[in-house]
């Protein structure tokens, strides 16, 4: 007979156990993983698109519903235990480049905000008027709020597509 393992960890519970210090790369990667994640989201739902090496947008993707072409700039962060309710701050300069890039490929600025945050991934994608509206710039940035109230009210506005994953790690190296 087979022994019961024993009971498994969730992902935040094996963060607080062990100090995690991340690559010298991981904000590079984390970035391509974010880009490379909406990138494949927008595919499996139709969108034609593909990603671009352009100042102001990662992404171009077509919606099959109304035939709008978006630009997309991607933000993302990776957050460490106890800080996944961090606000994520786009810097203001962003959107003259991600409106610049736009008027040059004739498509609507958009933003992903992706943030993995403790056991979960949560990504945003919502037009750049929209952002404007909710996070509002400040003298050189905006913040998306991230706090349990700000998702609440992301998740009830229909101006945003949400998709989130919940993960764990079973085991790790150690």
Not at 105 to 117: E, K, L, Q, R, S
Not at 135 to 146: E, H, I, L, N, Y
Not at 154 to 172: A, C, D, K, L, V
Request: aromatic share 10%.
């Amino acid at each position: 007979m087979l022994a019961r393992p024993s009971k498994i960890k969730s992902a935040s519970k094996i963060a607080t156990l062990m100090e995690i210090s991340k690559s010298s790369r991981h904000s590079k990667i984390t970035g391509d993983f974010a880009e490379s994640l909406v990138l494949y989201w927008l595919s499996k739902y139709g969108f034609e698109c593909a990603a671009v090496d352009h100042t102001g947008i990662d992404l171009i993707a077509r919606n099959p519903k109304n035939n709008e072409l978006m630009g997309i700039s991607v933000k993302s962060r990776s957050r460490n235990a106890g800080k996944e309710s961090e606000f994520v701050s786009i810097k203001n300069d962003n959107f003259e480049k991600a409106k610049n890039a736009c008027k040059a490929f004739g498509c609507i600025p958009y933003f992903a905000i992706v943030v993995d945050a403790g056991d979960k991934i949560i990504a945003f994608i919502l037009s750049m008027a929209e952002l404007e509206k909710i996070a509002p710039k400040g003298q050189t940035t905006c913040s998306w709020k991230m706090n349990p109230k700000s998702l609440e009210q992301y998740r009830s506005n229909p101006n945003i597509i949400i998709f989130e994953f919940t993960h764990q790690t079973h085991r790790w190296f150690g």
